[in-house]
């Protein structure tokens, strides 16, 4: 596996910019992850010293770049505004197995799709327009077969979402430990679906 240039991991849509996450947008990270309303099918909110502790780590990339945490910022303005993440899916642990994400190695396993947006940004389609270009990167420039997505039942939004970038629903599946809704979408799924 080569690793990816940090350029290609630089995202651009008609209307974001995508850039992978740095320590320097913990503000972002804690308006985001302490917000009750934002969190509230996503786990909760996570306490301020968990996420300054978890800073570095949620930055690193894995598979030679090809998983991670990207900032979704604004294409103009370049504000950010939100995170959109390929990591391994927990599946009997409460939270990302960080140490699973490391540089040359793809983990074994699923990856998922996971994306959280400022609340003055939401119903602009922004998410699913960061979904889609996270996907064109996935399956064009790196290699993945294959990305799956969890919900809780009750998180329309979220499910419009995957339903609108293609994603099939896969009934209850295992994750963070529960049983939840899950998604999948194969590379050939969404070579299929650009037709
Ligand atoms: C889920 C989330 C990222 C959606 O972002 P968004 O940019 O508002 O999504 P979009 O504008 O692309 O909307 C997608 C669809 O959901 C609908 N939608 C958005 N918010 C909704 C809500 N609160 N209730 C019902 N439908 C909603 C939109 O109308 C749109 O529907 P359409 O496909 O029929 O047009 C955002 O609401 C968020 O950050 N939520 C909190 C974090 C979260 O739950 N993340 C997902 C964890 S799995």
């Not at 850039?19 to 099918?41: A, G, K, Q, S």
């Not at 996503?42 to 998983?67: F, L």
């Not at 996971?114 to 609340?119: A, D, E, I, S, T």
């Not at 399956?139 to 609108?164: H, M």
Request: proline share 5%; with cysteine.
């Amino acid at each position: 596996m080569e690793i990816l240039p940090d350029q290609s991991l630089q995202l651009v849509s008609a209307r974001l910019f995508l850039r992978p996450l740095l320590e320097n947008d913990v503000d972002l990270v804690l308006e985001l992850f302490t917000d009750p309303e934002i969190m509230e099918y996503a786990g909760g909110p996570v306490k301020s010293e968990r996420i300054r502790a978890e800073m570095a780590a949620s930055v690193q990339r894995g598979a030679d770049g090809s998983i991670g945490v990207w900032c979704i910022c604004k294409a103009q303005s370049k504000a950010p505004i939100g995170t959109i993440a390929l990591l391994p899916l927990p599946v009997e642990a409460e939270d990302t197995e960080w140490e699973l994400v490391r540089t040359g190695e793809m983990p074994d396993g699923d990856i998922e799709i996971g994306y959280f947006l400022r609340k003055e940004e939401w119903r602009q389609g922004y998410i699913s327009e960061a979904v889609s270009r996270v996907l064109e990167f996935a399956f064009s420039v790196a290699s993945l077969e294959e990305i799956v997505a969890v919900i809780d039942p009750r998180n329309t939004a979220s499910r419009k979402v995957l339903e609108r970038t293609g994603f099939l629903s896969e009934g209850d599946r295992r994750a963070y430990r529960e049983t939840c809704p899950g998604f999948r979408l194969s590379k050939s799924g969404w070579l299929a679906g650009r037709l």
